[in-house]
């Protein structure tokens, strides 16, 4: 990984160079504009102590970049809790990050990103370009605390592994690989009340929905809170389950996050929406998965009604038939469940579910009209 020094050292030789032009930024921001061709401007934004919160959301925290609609920005982040939690840290330590500061998330978030002309109303769109991660990454679960069975596994472990970024994988034990699929666990703007609040819960702001359907070539729509919308983005991820069980993905730290960042008039959301090439993603959280399943499906519903243009009866009757719908995550205080709705009509989502182990699969299964006992299953 360059360091944000050597980034800034080579940065400063560009723009002696009259490659780069500085963009108008606040105090303490790390960040250049490229010149570049039209729609807008490229903006590169170093993870430093200044660009960066440790574990909270704040929509009075001073915007460390500004930006116009339509610009793109090259972004690092951190790992958790400013870069503390890497190879060697012991999973003692990493429970006193959290039982050390009481209230806060784990997560180190960049940010936040003013967008001009952002106004509450507006629609914030986010496409992902690009995303290469750090060469490696770890997974742990607190002893006692936190994930989905912190009373079954009460000792704690911390496991950190090499990202092989050239085959996409990673060897999680011996024999075992997992496929690397990066995306960005938290990815959302400024809540719209005041004040200092978690990272972990997710809600109308996007946030924490650890959805790892959300990789590079798909797009975020969310809703517009504060002016300037204010943009986070952190808990970087190389890989995750839907579910997100044990409490971590496979967390690592983004040496590029590229997104171009767009303000859509005139189409207002309630709740956030993600685009993939193939299909429109709707979603719900609460604390209660059952609410959770609601709230998606009144947000499902409501997106095929618009899209199929037909009634709010009729979606609801299509939904079970066109919607691929999953457990995004059930560690972040507000549960999370999210439809795959296709584009094509014709072209619908891979929606097998395997009740037992294949030759490609391991299979765990449990079956319940309470979603909440279902997560507890074997």
Sequence with gaps: MISAGGIRSALAMMVAGGLLSTAPQNAGAQSVAIASKPPGKVHLLPATLETTQWGWFNNAQAPVLRIDSG???VLETMMHSHNQVVPGKTIEEIKKLRTDHPGRGPHTVTGPIYVNGAEPGDVLKVRLNRIVPRAYATNFNVPGMFGRFPQEYQDGQVKYVYLDLDKMVTEFLPGVYIPLKPFPGTLGVARKEPGQYSTVPPGEFAGNMDIRDLTAGTTLHVPVHVPGALLWTGDSHAAQGNGEVNLTAVETAYKEFNITVEVVKGRPLDFPRIETPKSWITMGFDQDLNKARDQTKAQTTKFLAEQRNVSADQAAKLMPTVSDCRVSQVVNVKKGIHCL??????????????????SKYYVTHAKDADLNKTHHGP
């Design 341 to 358: 709705n296709p584009k094509n009509v014709r072209d619908k989502e891979d929606m097998e579910r395997l009740a037992k182990e294949t």
């Design 71 to 73: 610009d793109t920005v």
